[in-house]
Structure formats: structure tokens, C-alpha cells
């Protein structure tokens, strides 16, 4: 087979996974299966720039944060590496409901890239090479091997790709354009081709990034600061975060700078026709945002550090690919960036991405065995996004390995799961970013309670150690035996406990209730319990949280659990992947193509596909018990 | 796949004839216990606690308000021992379409989903109740069915519904926009409400929803009946006709407060559909007919009328008297009814024919309780001709409907309570999208990327 490729050398080893790419996708896919037990070998355009940030010196936010939450409870290393070397963090959104907080932290970029490349170089199953992979080695639609740019045959029995913004990258300043991947690194030129050969559609998608500039000439003074918060991390595991945090400084634009915008407006790549590629909608760029909402006098600007070694701030909210002349125009009229100095320009960047409708739920393409994708080239955008499906990819090309089923989280299991089903059910026609609206059962996928979901899994996987297990059986159990205390423990109406709680601002006790009721009450916090129950265990900051949240929104809870036990029903009731849709005479057409097209995996999965409707799951119901009995009468 | 655990669903198993009678099905888990909670036996049992294969004779009772809603038999099938194979309280109705309408509501209403189209077969095959040979046959009810309940619902939707709840569930949607782009982009400056501000807006959601299940419930069949309105010259019949017809056909059912016998307006039970006739003899006989006739409200009337019975006398022959009254209900829908066919007839029948060619034409003698058969039948064959159109399919469409607004007003008072009890956004998103799906089912649409559509076009948001 392998002479239908050019190389110049075979590379003696036989790899069980290749992953192309060293982002954050590629990362988490490397490091799973290596830590599974398999042989792995990673491929970077460049070594300098493994688990690199092209965007934002930022992780989490809501949806986002989620995420990281659940790759820690699988075992991921993004979060750990964030908790190891952030320069700040602070939980958002804790007024508005538990499912919806959000851990947001800032990233030291350089420590960020070192840290991780420092795990992938001393993880004993992993080989990190930089080299550019050119050509995937294809047989009988099962993959075999990458060849690179410079001559040398790499086999492995699964590929997992990962190439971000690379795939012909080219790279957009006012009228200025070149071929590049993010910040000026060597694009990937060939790879596309070698995609496109064997059968896939690519699609050009785009996005932004904002100027950064030199710390000494930013006037802080004129900006409003903000700090971290002390305590919080990433990690499950992580010892409490005490290090000195780093402060992120607020400011706004104005009519000045819109009208530089507005002037410049035939010079924007954006308007004149320039970029092509298709961009998101949640993070437009400046430009973008003076011209669609015309009437908003000014939008927010973060300024957040790069790094602790270095004086670049990253100008979060200010994204665009303006010329640069018109760039320093813009940042004169800024409230403490009159002076600032350019230290990179903001650009855009188009890449090809592939159309994942092509993909599996396992995150394999239906096209070609054991070729596997994740991250930004999969439609998606955002570092927490790639991570997931990098270790959701990774942990599946491992278990393809083991001959074990699959690990296919469902959409009331996890974000991850929501993520995937998007992806593959749907598609999507811009760049995806997670956000907490697109899952219907919200409350029951909180960042709390990420581990409680996912970590038993991550165990069984062999990616959560003994200790961490452990450390985690124990929460349990204390979450238990205090959700026990509180269902039983009975509250009097004592003189004492009726003026303690008169004192919290809370209606009076007339009957004996349990103390669960008590902590019901919203003015009731769990602390306060100890004044009526002297016994109540002694029990960590999360178990109380946990405690806390499962008894005061029980009712609502509820609801959703019961609302998943309906969901799963279907979710369980597999579609056989041989079935042959063409043969269902009596379904309608459009419903037989996209069933065609996208093949679910359940009836779950189908009764999402758009343009499939609860008539076209009645009759594919039909069909697959009449192919049932069928089968059992051959038998 | 066969032991997929369903939920309980409902409908109207009988196609609605002419007989009056129908056929309301429960099939699922809960059937029995949803049907014990409104049905009563005359024997006193409960039928949850009844055997399988039996009959009882009883009542459907409405346990909010007491009311009973029709004499029913309620049959009870236990699993696997029935038509879908699960189990199964059929409730034979006789009262005719307006209590099956509210029988089938009750069941929906107490934990009961309505069956999609074909959904009884289609359970049915799955529990191996039906063999192979007929799974295609299914499929096609299911794909036609599906393709007219389609049509009648956008049939429905005509005449401002549509908007109306459109309109409430563009109200919902930019809400909940707000929310979820406030709780997905905590970092950018969205303005967020107090709670006087979202008391406000749910109001302002709420009312209208209350408003449509009102109008709903007006459905011509649900209250009003059909209404049919007789009209004609003094002494030619017309209170003897009404009479004639409410001592033989009472209506059963009218929820109508202050239907009395001193008003002009009756509500009769035709073989199950209800008629709200409106004699206008109320008319003082002194003055002229017309004249009164003309007065805007009774015109007003006329014009609303489903059916216009105009009788004529047949010892008088054809007035102008008579040309005049004609000449007001003309383009209504018709019935010419020739009374007193007793008496000498001094009427020219060519004429006659000619005048009134373009409607049915009966001979009636209310005295001697002539051609009363044939008239009830004219009535109902123009009932169930095109333009009053009370198929049982058009029925269910409007239940459906009927039941998805009051799940979305459920919602409503939810978030209501939510809101009250001082919970954060979220927790009232939670049923606010209930709300919204309940109102786009009506419409038939899905929503869930609609929502992050709004956030996008609403606020300008991320970096
Ligand atoms: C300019 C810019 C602006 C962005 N703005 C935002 C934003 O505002 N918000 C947001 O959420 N996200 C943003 N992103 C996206 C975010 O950076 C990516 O989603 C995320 O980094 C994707 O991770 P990944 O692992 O898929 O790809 P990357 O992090 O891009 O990693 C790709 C890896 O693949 C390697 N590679 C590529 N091709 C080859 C090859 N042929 N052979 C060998 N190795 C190869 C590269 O060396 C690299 O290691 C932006 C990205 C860019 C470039
Ligand atoms: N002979 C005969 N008399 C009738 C018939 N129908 C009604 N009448 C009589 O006609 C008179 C007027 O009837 P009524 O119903 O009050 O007429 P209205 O003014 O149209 O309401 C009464 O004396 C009735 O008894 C019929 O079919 N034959
Ligand atoms: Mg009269």
C-alpha cells in the first residue's frame, strides 16, 4: 500500500495512535491514550507553540467553563495545567443560579505552552516530533499512516487530527493578506488536498483576533481595575489557588472610535469582500459590532495580561482585521490607549475546516476507519471546545484499540455530550461556541457537579488515579451521609430556633420540620444549620455546596431527572449501523436522505436531525421491529 | 426495541359520523388510573381496581368542578390483553361531540398525551399485536394522517390565530433571549430586570395566553353550537318548530350560564351536534317583520348564523312579505322549509322552486309532526357538507390545541411562582421554555436554535 505514497523513510515504529497537532485539541488526544497504556506520537507544525493561545490569554466563562470542569472529572490535563500556572480566576454569573456559575480564569500564555509541553514530553508512551503532515495513508477506507512534508512514513492504526486554524491558513490586516496559521506560524498547505481526495467536502471558516500592546504605554489610571478571587480552580483536585493573582483593567470605546470606523469602513476586509470565510457571531469584531448595532454608544473593553514575563496585554472585546494604520487611529481614542503601542496587530484568519455532519458520535469520520478528528477543525471555536473533543477523540481512538465500546456521552451527561450531538446531528454553519443555553437540562449540568457525573468514568478509563478516586469516594459519601442528616434531623419550635430565625429574616417555625425544610428557605445558607443542629458533620466547602444545591432546588431537579428518564428511552434504542435507509419505500424522502446522510445512532440521535419529523420515527420505528421479527424468524 | 416503556396517550378512536356516539381511548401505563380519576361508576367501584375485559356503566365527572360531562361506558383492558397490547380504558361516549371534546380533555388534562397519528397501530405492532402483513398499512395511516392533520391544523391557524399566538410567542422568545444572553455573556453590559420588570412582562405573556384559551373554548361546537337561526314571517311556525325540537332532542351538555326558556336562543342536541337556534319570534308580531328584522343587532345575527331555517306558510303562499326576509338571509346558508303542509296549499310550486333553487326545500307540518325526520337529516347533511365543517379530525386539532395553550399558561404561572419564591434567571428560564414549546407546537415549529438566534440579533454581544 504504501507505495502508492511518496516518502523517503519509514519510520521504524509502528505507532497504535498518531495525532496530528499539538493544540488543545491535540493535546488532550495525545495524552489519553498514551496514558491508556498505548503508544502514541504527536506532530506540531511547531514545537514553540504546543497548547499555544492564539486568542485569548483566557479560560471558562459559562458553557466554556463547564467543559473544563467535566475534562478534569475524565481525566483531561487542560485544567490542571490552567490551575498550575493562571494568573487569575473568579467565578461568574453567582447570581443567577447554580448551573449557570462559571469559573473564568486568566492564562499565563508562555507558562501555559510550557508547563503542557513539559507533561507531553515526559509522558513515557508519547513521542512529540515536530513535523508537518502532508498526506494521510489511506487503504481500503481504513487508515494507516501519516507521510510528512519532509519524507518520513509514520504508521499507526488510528490518526486523530487536529489542525486548528492551520488548513491553508491565511491570515487578514486591512488589505494586507499572506499565508500563514495563527501568530505568523507556518501554515498547512498540503494536508487539505490529501482530505479532499479522500472524499471530504471542506469549508472555509474564519476568525479574529485583537491587537496587543505594550503594557508601559497603557494608562491604568483612567481604566476601572478588576481582580481575582482567591480559593477557586479549574481542577476538582487542585489545592486552593493562593498564588498573588494578576488584575484585568475595563474600559469602553466611544463615538470617536465608531466614527473612525464608520470612516474607514471601504478599507475593512470584512465590508469590501475580502475574507469570504464564514465567521462567529458571538465574537464579532469591532467593526462588526459598530456596524450591526449602530445605536450602541460603546462597547466594553478587557484589558488582560499575556503573562506574567512579559508586558503585552491582549484587548479582549476588540477584535479586528482593520488595517493597521487604522488600528493605532482606532486605539487614540480609547480612554487610557491614546498612547498604546502596537506590539502585534489584530488580524483575521480564514482555515478549512471539515463539515461534521462527516463524523460519528465517537468522533471518528464515517468515511475512512480509524481516522479521527477534534477541535477547531471540526467547526467548532474556543480552546475549552478542542480540549473536549481532543480527549473524547483521543479516549475513543484508544478504546477502538482495546475493542471496547465506545465512549459516547449523551446530551444529559455532559456539555461534551451536548457539544458532540451538535456537531454530528446537526452541523453547524458558523464556527461553534458552547454556551449554557443550548442544553435543555441545564440544572442538571453544573460545573459542581461535573465530577459526580463523569468521574467514575474517567476511573474506569484509567485516567483519574487511585488517589484522586478515593479523594472523590469520599465527597461522596460525605454528601451523602449529609443529605441523610438533614432528611432526618428534626428542627422544634424552641424559643432559641424561633428567634435565630427571626434573626436570618425567615417566617416563623410553628410544627417541628426537618431540617432539610429549614435549608429550603432561600435566606437559610448551610452554615446557619449549626445553630439548630449542633451535630450536623463537619463537611468540606464542596460537600456543603453540593448539600446545599440538591436539597434547595430539589423540586426543580426533580423535574429534569424525570425529563432525561423520557429522553433516554429513546436515546437507548439503537438504529443498527448496517440499516439501509434507501429500502424504506414508505418514508419520505427528505427524512430517508438526512437519515442517509447523517446515520444516528439511536432513535434519539434521528429525531433531532432537522427535517425528520416524529411521523418519520413512528415509521422507522415500524421498520426496524419488522426487521426484528424478521431476523428472529431466520433464526 | 418491543419493550420500549412508553408513556400514556389519548385520543378519539372512532371516526365521528353522524351517530352521535364515539369512542375515547386511553392506552398506556397510567391509563386506568388517569381514567379512574374522572370516570364514576353507577356501581360504585373504582375501576382501578377493576378486572380486565369488563364494562361499566357510570359517568364522566370533571373532579375540579363536579360537573358531570357525559353517561359513558368505560371499558377496561389490562395489558397485554388489548388492542396496543398495553393497558387500555376505553370510554363509549353518547352525548354526542361536544362531551367526547371534553371527555378527551379530561384525560389530557389529568396525565394523558394525545396520541399522534397512528400512534395506537403503531404501539400496537411494536407489542406484536398486529403481524407483518400489516405494518405497511400503518405506515401509510400514519404518513396520510400525519399529511392531514397537517393541513387541517394550518386550516385552523387561518383567521388570526396564527398571529395571536405568534405574537404571544415572540413576547416569550425575546425574554428569554434576554435571560440566556445575560447568563451566557455575564461579561457583556446587558441590562438585566427587577422584579417588578419581569412581573411585568410575564403579565404581559400570560393575559393574551389566557385570552386565546378563552376564545378556544368559544370554538363554535365547544359552546355555541352550531347556530342556527329561524327566521320568517309572523304565524308561519317558528316557536312550534323550536318547541318541536327541544321536546324531542334537549341538549345534554351546555356549560352556557343563563340558557333559559324565556330567551330566544335554545341549544338542541342533534344526534350529537349541538344546535343554538335562535327563533325570531321574539319579534313583536304587530310590527312589521322586516322592519324589525332590520334592526342592526338582529341583522348582526343573521349574518353570524351557521344555518338559517326560513319557513314559509304554505296556505299563504309566497309573500312579499316573504321576498323581504329572503332577501336579508340570501347568501347564508339555507334551508327553506315549507310548514303547514296540512292546511290547503295556495302556493305555485314552479315559483317557488325558481326562487329558492339554490337550497334544499322540505315540506314540513309541525302540527301533525310531518317531514320532521327529513329536516333533521337536511339539517345534518348540511352540517357535514363542506362549509360547516365539523369533522372529528378538525375536533381533535382544536383540542390539541386548546391543550397546548393551557400546558403554556400552566408554564406561565410556574415562572409566576418561581419568581415570586426569589429564584435566579435560571430557574425561570427552565419553564419559560415550556412555555414556548407548548406555543410552538400550535404553529408547529421547533425552537430551540430560534432562541440563540434572537440572543445573537437582539444584543451585541462577545469580543
Ligand atoms: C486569530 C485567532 C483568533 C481566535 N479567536 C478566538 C476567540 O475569540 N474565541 C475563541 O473561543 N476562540 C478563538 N480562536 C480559536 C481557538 O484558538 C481555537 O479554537 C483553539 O485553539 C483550537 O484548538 P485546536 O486544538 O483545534 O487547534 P490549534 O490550537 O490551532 O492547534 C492546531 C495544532 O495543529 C498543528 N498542526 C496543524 N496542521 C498540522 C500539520 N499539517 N501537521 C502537523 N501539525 C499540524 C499545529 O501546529 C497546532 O499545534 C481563535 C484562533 C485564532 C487563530
Ligand atoms: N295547521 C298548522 N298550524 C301550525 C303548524 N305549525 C304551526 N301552526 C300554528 O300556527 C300558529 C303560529 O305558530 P307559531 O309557532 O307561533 O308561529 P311563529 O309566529 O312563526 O312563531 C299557531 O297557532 C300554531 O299552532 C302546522 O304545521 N300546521
Ligand atoms: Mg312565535
Redesign the pocket.
Known sequence: MENNYNYNKKFEKEYDVIV???????CEASLAPARMGLDVLT????LD??A?????PSLGGPGKGHIVREIDALGGEMPRNMDETMLQIRMLNTAKGPAVHGLRGQADKKKYHQRMKQILEEEPNLDLKQ????TLVVEDDEIKGVVTKTGILFKGKKVVI??????KGKVIIGEATFNA??NQ?YP?NK?SGSLEEIGFNLRRFK???PPRINKRSIDFSKMHEQEGEKGLTFSFDSPPFERNQVSCYLTYTNDKTHEVIQDNKMRTPLFSGVIDGVGPRY?PSIEDKVVRFPDKGRHQLFLEPEGELTGEYYISGL?TSMPEDVQYEILSTIPGLENAEIMRAG?A?EYDCINPNDLKLNLETKKVDGLFS????NG????E??AGQ?LIAGINAALALKGKEPLILDRSEAYIGVLIDELVTKGTEEPY?MMTSRAEYRLLLRQDNADLRLKEIGYELGLISEERYQMFLDKKKDIERTLEFLRDYQVTPTPENREKLKSLDSGALKKPVKLAKILKRPEVDYDDLKFFAPELPEVSREVKDQVSIQTKYKGYIDRQMSQVEQFKKMEDNLIPEDIDYSSLENMRLEAREKLKKIKPRSLGQASRISGVSPADISVLMIYLEQEERENKDEE | MTNMKEDTISAIATPFGTSGTGKVRISGPDAINIGSKIFEASSGIDIYEADSHTAHHGYVVNPKTGKTVDEVLAIVMIKPRSFTGENVLEFDCHGGMVPLEAVLELTLEHGARMAEPGEFSRRAFMNGKLDMAQAEAIIDVINSKTEKSLSIAMEQLKGGLSEKVNKVKDDVMELLAHLEASIDFPEDEIEGFDSNQLEERLKEIKEPIQKLIKTAKQGKLYQEGIKTVIVGKPNVGKSSLLNYLLQENRAIVTDVPGTTRDVIEEYINLDGIPLKVIDTAGVRESEDVVEKIGVEKTRESLKKADLVLMMLDVSQGLTEEDIKVYNLIKEQHTIVVVNKTDLDENIDFDELEEQFKEHPLLWTSVKEEKGMEELKNTILEEIFQEQINVDSDVMVTKVRHRDALNKAFESIEKVEQSLENGMPYDFLTIDLKDVLFYLSSITGETVTDDIIDQIFSDFCLG?
Open positions: 496530528i497537532g499539538a493544540g488543545h485539541a491535540g506532530l506540531t507544525v511547531n507553540h504546543v499555544f493561545m492564539p486568542c485569548n513535523e508537518i503532515a502532508e487536529t489542525t486548528g486554524t492551520f488548513l496559521g495563527p506560524q498547512a494536508l476568525t479574529g483576533t465574537c477584535s488580524y484568519i477534534a477541535g477547531q477543525i467548532t471555536s474556543g480552546y471546545e478542542a481532543g461556541r | 469580543k
